[in-house]
C-alpha cells in the first residue's frame, strides 16, 4: 500500500532560521512526488513536482530534494508569509490518485 | 481565470438529510476529483473521474455518490448525511496525465449534526 509520512507535524521558526521538511514514502514505482502549501480556510497550491532520486527544485526561499525514500523541502531564511501547511504526495505508476501525506504546519514568528 | 469553483463554502446538515456539492472548472481538464480533509488524516480521495463519463471509487467512497455532468462540471452527493462525514471537502483537476500537477478548489466545510 502507497504510503507518506510527514515529520514534523508543526514546526515554529523565527524569522530567518533556516529548516527542513520531511516526507517519507513508499510507493510502487514512483511517478512523481508533489508539494504544496495550503494557507487556512484554502485549497492547497501547487509548488514543485519532483520525478527521480537526484532531482531538485527551487522557487524564492524553497528548495526540494528527492531520494529514493524521502523528500525533504528545505526553507531558507523564513519569512511571516511563509507560514502555511506544507503538503507532500506521491504518485504510483499506473494509479490514478495522489496519497497525502498529514502535512507539516509551519509558523514564522516576525 | 477562475480555475476550479465549489459551492457552497459552507454548509450545516442534520443527519439524514441529503446535498450536493457542486464543482466546475473552466480549464478544459480531463480529470476531476473529489478529496475529504480531516485533522490528522490528510487528504483522502473520495470519488473521481478520469474523463466524461467515467467515475471510479477512490479510498473512502462509502456514503457518497458522483455525477461527472460534463467536462466543466463534477458533482459529490451525500444521501443521507451522517456525522461522520463532517469534514471539509476539496474537488480538484488536471489535464489527465498521472505525472500532472493537480489544481484545487477553494473547499466545502460540511458540518452534519
Known amino acids: 500500500e502507497d504510503q507518506v509520512t510527514q515529520s514534523p507535524e508543526a514546526l515554529r521558526l523565527q524569522e530567518g532560521e533556516s529548516s527542513s521538511l520531511n516526507c517519507s514514502y513508499t510507493v510502487s514505482g514512483l511517478r512523481g512526488l508533489f508539494w504544496y502549501r495550503q494557507d487556512p480556510g484554502k485549497g492547497p497550491e501547487f509548488l514543485f513536482t519532483l520525478y527521480s532520486a537526484g532531482e531538485e527544485k527551487e522557487k524564492e526561499r524553497l528548495k526540494a530534494t528527492l531520494t529514493k525514500k524521502e523528500s525533504f523541502l528545505h526553507i531558507t531564511a523564513p519569512k511571516p508569509e511563509d507560514s502555511a501547511t506544507y503538503l507532500c504526495a506521491v504518485q504510483a505508476g499506473g494509479a490514478q490518485k495522489l496519497v497525502f501525506g498529514q502535512g507539516t504546519r509551519l509558523t514564522i514568528n516576525p | 481565470n477562475a480555475g476550479v469553483t465549489q459551492t457552497p463554502k459552507f454548509q450545516v446538515l442534520k443527519t439524514g438529510q441529503s446535498m450536493t456539492l457542486q464543482c466546475a472548472q473552466d480549464?478544459?481538464?480531463?480529470?476531476m476529483y473529489w478529496y475529504r480533509q480531516d485533522p490528522g488524516m490528510g487528504l483522502r480521495l473520495i470519488y473521481y473521474?478520469?474523463?466524461?463519463?467515467?467515475?471510479d471509487k477512490g479510498e473512502v467512497p462509502n456514503g457518497y455518490n458522483v455525477s461527472r455532468l460534463n467536462k466543466r462540471e463534477f458533482s459529490l452527493r451525500l444521501e443521507s448525511a451522517a456525522p461522520s462525514q463532517t469534514s471539509v471537502y476539496f474537488c480538484?483537476?488536471?489535464?489527465?496525465?498521472?505525472?500532472?500537477?493537480?489544481?484545487f478548489g477553494s473547499g466545502t466545510q460540511l458540518s452534519v449534526l
Open positions: 473521474s478520469a474523463s466524461e463519463g467515467t467515475t
Open positions: 480549464m478544459n481538464h480531463n480529470s
Open positions: 480538484a483537476s488536471r489535464w489527465g496525465t498521472a505525472d500532472e500537477k493537480l489544481f
